[in-house]
Protein backbone atom coordinates (compact mmCIF):
# COMPACT_ATOMS: atom_id res chain seq x y z
CA UNK A 1 0.00 0.00 0.00
CA UNK A 2 3.17 2.55 1.05
CA UNK A 3 4.65 1.84 -2.84
CA UNK A 4 1.08 3.04 -4.00
CA UNK A 5 1.47 5.99 -2.36
CA UNK A 6 4.90 6.55 -2.84
CA UNK A 7 4.20 6.19 -6.82
CA UNK A 8 1.22 8.19 -7.22
CA UNK A 9 1.86 10.69 -3.56
CA UNK A 10 5.33 10.51 -2.97
CA UNK A 11 5.42 13.63 -0.52
CA UNK A 12 2.20 11.77 1.84
CA UNK A 13 4.29 8.79 1.88
CA UNK A 14 6.92 10.47 4.71
CA UNK A 15 4.14 11.74 6.97
CA UNK A 16 3.12 8.11 6.64
CA UNK A 17 6.49 6.59 8.02
CA UNK A 18 6.93 9.52 10.40
CA UNK A 19 9.12 11.35 8.43
CA UNK A 20 7.53 14.97 8.99
CA UNK A 21 10.61 17.02 7.42
CA UNK A 22 11.36 15.05 4.53
CA UNK A 23 7.72 15.31 3.72
CA UNK A 24 7.75 18.57 2.94
CA UNK A 25 10.94 18.80 1.16
CA UNK A 26 9.46 16.63 -1.03
CA UNK A 27 6.00 18.14 -1.86
CA UNK A 28 8.51 20.79 -2.93
CA UNK A 29 10.16 19.16 -4.80
CA UNK A 30 7.55 17.31 -6.24
CA UNK A 31 5.96 20.72 -7.62
CA UNK A 32 8.05 20.73 -10.40
CA UNK A 33 7.44 18.24 -13.34
CA UNK A 34 11.08 17.79 -13.46
CA UNK A 35 11.11 17.15 -9.59
CA UNK A 36 8.56 14.57 -9.65
CA UNK A 37 10.74 11.63 -10.82
CA UNK A 38 13.40 12.06 -8.16
CA UNK A 39 10.50 12.67 -5.32
CA UNK A 40 9.20 9.21 -6.42
CA UNK A 41 12.05 7.24 -6.39
CA UNK A 42 12.94 8.62 -2.88
CA UNK A 43 9.96 8.02 -1.39
CA UNK A 44 10.74 4.07 -2.68
CA UNK A 45 13.93 4.33 -1.32
CA UNK A 46 12.37 5.29 2.30
CA UNK A 47 9.42 2.77 2.14
CA UNK A 48 12.16 -0.04 1.51
CA UNK A 49 14.34 1.30 4.10
CA UNK A 50 11.43 2.01 6.47
CA UNK A 51 10.49 -2.16 5.93
CA UNK A 52 13.73 -3.01 6.37
CA UNK A 53 13.94 -1.06 9.80
CA UNK A 54 10.92 -2.97 11.06
CA UNK A 55 12.07 -6.27 9.68
CA UNK A 56 14.69 -5.60 11.79
CA UNK A 57 13.49 -4.71 14.98
CA UNK A 58 11.26 -7.98 14.54
CA UNK A 59 14.61 -9.70 14.36
CA UNK A 60 16.34 -8.02 17.45
CA UNK A 61 13.23 -8.07 19.15
CA UNK A 62 13.13 -11.81 19.26
CA UNK A 63 16.27 -12.34 19.74
CA UNK A 64 16.34 -10.84 22.82
CA UNK A 65 13.62 -12.45 24.18
CA UNK A 66 14.16 -14.29 27.44
CA UNK A 67 14.82 -18.18 26.22
CA UNK A 68 12.51 -21.19 27.66
CA UNK A 69 14.04 -22.95 29.75
CA UNK A 70 15.09 -26.25 28.79
CA UNK A 71 13.14 -29.25 30.49
CA UNK A 72 14.25 -32.64 30.42
CA UNK A 73 12.88 -34.59 27.26
CA UNK A 74 10.48 -37.78 29.62
CA UNK A 75 11.10 -39.84 26.20
CA UNK A 76 14.80 -39.43 27.01
CA UNK A 77 14.96 -40.48 30.44
Known amino acids: MRYLIALLFPWITFFTIGKIG ?3 L ?3 LQLTIIGWLPATIWAMVSVSGY ?3 K ?3 RIVNAMSQA ?3 A ?3 PRRI
Open 26 to 28: CLI
Open 22 to 24: QGF
Open 51 to 53: NAD
Open 55 to 57: RTD
Open 71 to 73: TAD
Open 67 to 69: PQQ
